[in-house]
């Protein structure tokens, strides 16, 4: 009979990885905008990714992440809450999909059949996505510098 290990959850890479994806969040929401939209992938397989804060305090922000466009069939829409602790620098994920509130560890299986270190790899899948997000995405609408023109004069 072999005894399985119980999970402990590694603090230091979770700091590590809610330090890295308040700063990544910090680059594509800057301070002072409350919501921004970009463009993922060309042509057909174009995606829009959206990015807006639900709610806003001195030591928190809530934001909401959503993906809506192509994806394959199999993939439902993505879309993320996650809450930023600006004492602390750090962002960490409340919400996916329809999923809330999750705990550090889950026993093995469980009625909700989520992984040991459900929390760890949401994290995880933000820092990839927004990485993804920095790297390839573009601006929705073009960016107009100066002063705007009225309609009609030169």
């Not at 230091?12 to 990544?24: G, H, K, P, T, V």
């Not at 463009?39 to 909401?64: F, K, N, P, W």
């Not at 993505?78 to 809450?83: D, H």
Request: net charge negative; charged share 25%; aromatic share 10%.
């Amino acid at each position: 009979m072999t005894l399985r290990r119980r999970y402990v959850p590694d603090l230091q890479e979770m700091a590590a990885l809610c330090d890295a994806n308040y700063l990544r969040l910090l680059k594509l929401l800057p301070e002072g905008q409350s919501e921004r939209e970009f463009l993922l992938g060309d042509g057909e397989q174009q995606a829009s990714v959206r990015l807006y804060i639900e709610e806003d305090h001195r030591y928190t922000t809530m934001l909401r992440i959503e993906q809506q466009g192509y994806s394959p069939a199999w993939l439902q829409p993505q879309a993320m809450q996650v809450r930023l602790y600006h004492d602390a620098d750090m962002a960490e994920v409340l919400s996916y999909q329809q999923s809330q509130r999750f705990h550090g560890r889950y026993p093995y299986p469980n009625p909700a059949m989520r992984l040991p270190d459900e929390k760890l790899q949401l994290n995880r899948f933000l820092a990839e996505w927004l990485t993804h997000c920095l790297q390839h995405g573009r601006a929705a609408s073009p960016l107009v510098f100066g002063r705007e023109q009225p309609a009609g004069n030169p």
